[in-house]
């Protein structure tokens, strides 16, 4: 197997961890990266505020909104703000996420811990509207754990971008798997679409729910029911 080098300084993987644990890794083009350049290109390549400004400006005028009337003065800032938000654009998600790995620590308990009811707001790819989720996350520990307030923030950081639940929802157990060091790890995810709820079919009242389960979740029915009976999804 070859070993991957940097694509900018041409370190091996083996040599480029950092404080936060992080090897060599990929940004979106596929690029690999060892985690100084990895930042150095977040900041080179970060998207500019003032383009997106412009680009707002822009599709509102072509959409007949007069922006000197008082009530769209400042529409352009807080449109192009929210896109930026919604896109993921204002942080480096990848740095967030690894350095989420100092909040691991040792554990010798083997029993099951559930977060739920954990808040977060993404984007459906398909008409860039907002997607509510109420998240549940829960995992056995083998040998550690993390901190309860990060598993709420991983959440966060993972549903804010344009992307499908389906991929929120293995990418949120993916998480766990990796930086918690666990195999045991089941997420439900129930989302309200406003594609669904504002538009077309206009079905308000409608949630989807998606899960991943792997490990004894997925192996022992025990393990799984009684996840989903301390969240109330079977009684």
């Known amino acids: 197997m070859n070993t991957l080098v940097c694509s900018n300084c041409g370190i091996s993987t083996q ?5 936060y644990g992080r090897q060599l890794m990929k940004n979106q083009t596929g690029i690999y990266y060892c985690p100084k350049c990895f930042d150095k290109s977040f ?15 822009n ?38 996420l690894t350095g989420f790995s100092n909040a691991v620590f ?59 639940q389906e991929d929120v929802t ?19 995810v129930s989302g309200r679409h406003l594609c669904m709820a504002s538009r077309g079919v206009s079905q308000v009242n409608s949630t989807t729910i998606t899960s991943a389960v792997r490990g004894a979740f997925d192996t022992e029915p025990s393990a799984r029911a009684e996840m989903l009976s301390l969240v109330g999804y079977v009684k």
């Open 15 to 19: 040599k480029s961890l950092d404080k």
């Open 43 to 57: 900041t080179e390549n970060k998207i500019s505020e003032k383009k997106v400004r412009k680009a707002a400006a």
């Open 59 to 96: 599709l509102l005028k072509a959409l007949g909104a007069d922006l000197t009337d008082p009530n769209f003065i400042e529409t352009p800032r807080r449109f192009a703000n929210v896109l930026m938000q919604r896109f993921g654009l204002l942080n480096n998600v990848e740095k967030e």
């Open 106 to 164: 040792p554990c010798d308990s083997t029993d099951m811990v559930t977060v739920r009811d954990i808040k977060a707001f993404s984007v459906c790819p398909h008409h860039i509207l907002t997607v509510e989720y109420d998240i549940v996350v829960s995992y056995v520990p083998h040998g550690s754990a993390i901190g309860l307030s990060k598993i709420a923030r991983m959440c966060k950081v993972l549903a804010n971008s344009p992307k499908l």
């Open 170 to 188: 293995q990418e949120i157990a993916d998480f766990m798997m990796k930086y918690v060091h666990t195999e045991d790890v089941m997420v439900v």
